[in-house]
């Protein structure tokens, strides 16, 4: 059973970057069938897609966030990463990494979710 | 503002029948697949549809989802408590090059 956990910092300062990891088990992320996905969820908002990463390391970024934003993969890890720059308080959120077949836009299996305070 | 509009809330009772509109643009639903998530505070979303309208194996057939255009509808039959939750839209926009999900509705049974 393929499962997903994100690990990685709770609290971060304005400013700072976010730094998260999502460590994929029961299954290899060098699959060409699928993408590697980051969404969050402020508190009591709605859920926004973040970005995917292939497993050659080709990616797509949300574009009001894609000039702060990276999101790498380590296949011998098997894990994939996500780097928010310069943060405030509105990226204060829930972080979830999910996978996403390469054919169709579902995210059929998502991480437990981590939240992620920005504040001094 | 979400790129998808759903509206924020529906209720109906126990039993009954309830749909959960999703609209969008030719971007993006028109000529897209959509899926949808269900998703109980504190846990993390569970896709319930996706390709429009086929389900993924352990889910009900009580849930059902539809596509015309640029909406796309998730309805759901037989409510029971257990439904109550947030739903999702989700879909990709060809234009923005970036997935987008609808704002949400909660639903209620009565």
């Known amino acids: 059973q393929l499962q997903l956990q994100e690990s990685g910092p709770g609290l971060v300062k304005p400013s700072e970057t976010l730094s998260l990891t999502c460590t994929v088990s029961?299954?290899?992320?060098?699959?060409?069938?699928?993408?590697w996905a980051w969404i969050r969820q402020p508190p009591g908002k709605g859920l926004e897609w973040i970005g995917n990463?292939?497993?050659?390391?080709?990616?797509y970024y949300s574009p009001p966030l894609k000039s702060r934003v990276t999101i790498s993969v380590d296949t011998f890890k098997n894990q994939f990463s996500l780097k928010l720059r310069s943060v405030t308080a509105a990226d204060t959120a829930v972080y979830y990494c999910?996978?996403?077949?390469?054919?169709?836009?579902?995210?059929?299996?998502w991480g437990q979710g981590t939240l992620v305070t920005v504040s001094s | 503002q979400s790129v998808l509009t759903q509206p924020p809330s529906v209720s109906a009772a126990p039993g009954q029948k309830v749909t959960i509109s999703c609209s969008g643009s030719?971007?993006?639903?028109?000529?897209?697949?959509v899926s949808w998530y269900q998703q109980v505070p504190g846990t993390a979303p569970k896709l319930l549809i996706y390709?429009?309208?086929r389900r993924p194996s352990g889910i009900p057939d009580r849930f059902s989802g539809s596509k015309s255009g640029t909406s796309a509808t998730l309805g759901i039959t037989g409510l029971q408590t257990g439904d109550e939750a947030d739903y999702y839209c989700?879909?990709?926009?060809?234009?923005?090059?970036?997935?987008?999900f609808g704002g949400g509705t909660k639903l209620t049974v009565l």
């Open positions: 390709d429009n309208n």
């Open positions: 989700g879909t990709w926009d060809s234009s923005l090059s970036a997935g987008v």
């Open positions: 029961g299954g290899s992320i060098d699959r060409s069938d699928y993408y």
């Open positions: 999910a996978r996403r077949p390469h054919n169709s836009f579902k995210f059929d299996y």
């Open positions: 030719s971007s993006n639903i028109g000529n897209n697949y």
């Open positions: 990463i292939y497993y050659t390391g080709s990616t």
